[in-house]
C-alpha cells in the first residue's frame, strides 16, 4: 500500500494551499482518513480527519475555520483545503488511510510521506 502526498509549498501568510493524497496498492476499502502534521521540533499531531463515507470530520482546534478535509473514494484521494494560513501551521503535512491488512489480519495505518508547507511573514 502507498500513499502519496502532494501540494506542498511556500506561501505568505494569508495564502492558501490544498494538499492531496492518494492511496493505492489495496483492494480492501479504506477507512477514514486524515492528515497529520508535525513541525521541526515538535510532536506529530492530528490536523483533520474524516470518516469512510465522507459524512464525519473532526478538526484541530487550532485549523478549525480555516482548513477543510475531503475525499474521493471513487479515485482513493484524500484533500486539505488550507487558508487563511499563518507561520504557526509551517510543518511536514502527512497523510494516512486506515485499512485491513491481511499481514497483521487487523486494520492498519499506513502513511504517507510528508509534504512540506511553509508559510512566511
Known amino acids: 500500500v502507498q500513499l502519496q502526498a502532494s501540494g506542498g509549498g511556500s506561501v505568505q501568510a494569508g495564502g492558501s494551499l490544498r494538499l492531496s493524497c492518494a492511496a493505492s496498492?489495496?483492494?480492501?476499502?479504506?477507512?477514514?482518513m486524515g492528515w497529520f502534521r508535525q513541525a521541526r521540533g515538535r510532536q506529530r499531531d492530528l490536523v483533520a480527519a474524516?470518516?469512510?463515507?465522507?459524512?464525519?470530520?473532526r478538526y484541530a482546534d487550532s485549523v478549525k475555520g480555516r482548513f477543510t478535509i475531503s475525499r474521493d473514494n471513487a479515485k482513493n484521494m484524500v484533500y486539505l483545503q488550507m487558508n487563511s494560513l499563518n507561520t504557526e501551521d509551517t510543518a511536514a503535512y502527512y497523510c494516512?488511510?486506515?485499512?485491513?491488512?491481511?499481514?497483521?489480519?487487523?486494520?492498519?495505518?499506513?502513511w504517507g510521506r510528508g509534504t512540506l508547507v511553509t508559510v512566511s511573514s
Open positions: 496498492g489495496s483492494d480492501f476499502a479504506i477507512n477514514n
Open positions: 494516512y488511510a486506515d485499512m485491513f491488512s491481511p499481514r497483521v489480519s487487523a486494520d492498519y495505518r499506513y
Open positions: 474524516i470518516s469512510s463515507g465522507g459524512e464525519n470530520t
